[in-house]
């Protein structure tokens, strides 16, 4: 069976503390458009604003999650409530980022959740390039499968999924249906239910 649905509520905003409404304001990064909030920062950020640099998951650093040259995971790590409900999430750097928020969720709900998570190697069926050694990233693909292999192994409830995105080099002018089905070429190699997350604001091709 599938875990069941978390209700996630926010505090009711404090008047005094937001301010007046503000608008959206259109900005322009490298001829891209987009939009921030004008006006100054709310006053219960979390973490702080002198802070947000540090605010980064530990899933590498704790070693329950690989970088660039391992192509199979190396560790287990059994986060949020051991032995209870399984969830494994799969993906790169960007599922790594989860791994404190489900952890708080699996404490709080009785959830057992696993990473698989490679740095660097975003979850779709080709070999993405290497910027940083200027090559066919070819242990990304090979750790694609092995993770999958890993988590079918590992009997979950849920496998949710995750990722950058990256273009493949093979095929740099295809269009969104093309990565779709690079995605969902990996998805069906999972026996479990599986769950898709979007990536962050600006990215819509997961």
């Known amino acids: ?23 959206w304001t259109p900005i322009v990064l490298g001829g891209i458009a987009s939009y921030q909030r004008s006006g100054p920062l709310p006053v ?5 604003i002198n802070r947000a640099a540090w605010d980064e998951d530990t ?5 329950c999650g690989v970088s660039r040259e391992p192509v199979a995971p190396r560790r287990i790590c059994r986060l ?34 696993i990473p698989l998570t490679k740095s660097n190697c975003p979850f779709f069926d080709y070999a993405s390039f290497d910027d940083r050694e200027q090559r066919i990233y070819t242990e990304c693909v090979a750790w694609h ?10 009997d979950p409830s ?15 002018g295809a269009g ?6 690079r995605l969902a070429s990996l998805l069906r190699g999972f ?16």
């Open 1 to 23: 069976p599938l875990p069941p649905p978390v209700a996630i509520e926010s505090p009711a905003p404090d008047p005094s503390a937001a301010g007046e409404e503000t608008p």
């Open 44 to 48: 219960d950020l979390r973490p702080a």
């Open 59 to 63: 899933t590498l650093a704790d070693g």
């Open 80 to 113: 949020g409530q051991p032995g209870g409900q399984r969830i494994v999430i799969v993906g790169d750097s960007h599922a790594a980022a989860w791994v404190p928020a489900l952890t708080v969720a699996g404490k709080a709900n009785g959830w057992e959740i």
């Open 145 to 154: 499968w092995n993770a999958i292999a890993k988590a079918n192994e590992l």
């Open 158 to 172: 849920l496998i949710i999924v995750t990722s950058t995105f990256s273009r493949d080099p093979a095929h740099i």
């Open 176 to 181: 969104d249906g093309y990565y779709v089905e």
């Open 191 to 206: 026996t479990a239910p599986v769950a898709v997350l979007g990536d962050q604001i600006g990215r819509a091709h997961v």
